[in-house]
């Protein structure tokens, strides 16, 4: 019987300790509640403020800064293109690409003298 009462303490034990164990775990996803919940009341504040910085960009400072990077980032395309299509590379093909771009944008349309005519001029 001494056998018995052993095994009966153990087991004791054993639920005693998972209880505990699930106490923490439980302690511990309070705590996380509580900071999530902390942080989803924050969120409606933060959205609302970056969607008011989103409606009014000023219209000149996003026209000065898109022709600020739009030579250098056309410059790389571009190479990017001719190395992919090497001898296949249309020149024309890009410069219409470039006008629609300029027509989504509602931007000027940049005249420039086709590279074979300059090539010719040359």
Not at 104 to 109: A, C, K, V
């Amino acid at each position: 019987m001494s056998t018995f009462g052993k095994a009966d303490d153990t087991g004791r034990k054993d639920v005693k300790s998972r209880i505990d164990r699930r106490e923490e775990q439980i302690q511990k996803a309070e705590a996380a509640e509580v900071r999530y919940c902390a942080e989803l009341d924050k969120a409606p504040d933060e959205y609302h403020e970056l969607e008011a910085c989103a409606e009014s960009p000023d219209p000149g400072e996003l026209k000065t800064a898109r022709l600020a990077l739009r030579p250098e980032e056309e410059k790389r395309v571009v190479s990017k293109l001719e190395d992919a299509y090497g001898s296949s590379y249309d020149y024309t093909t890009m410069r219409e690409a470039k006008d629609r771009v300029s027509d989504l944008l509602d931007e000027d349309r940049v005249v420039s003298i086709p590279r074979s005519v300059r090539r010719d001029l040359q």
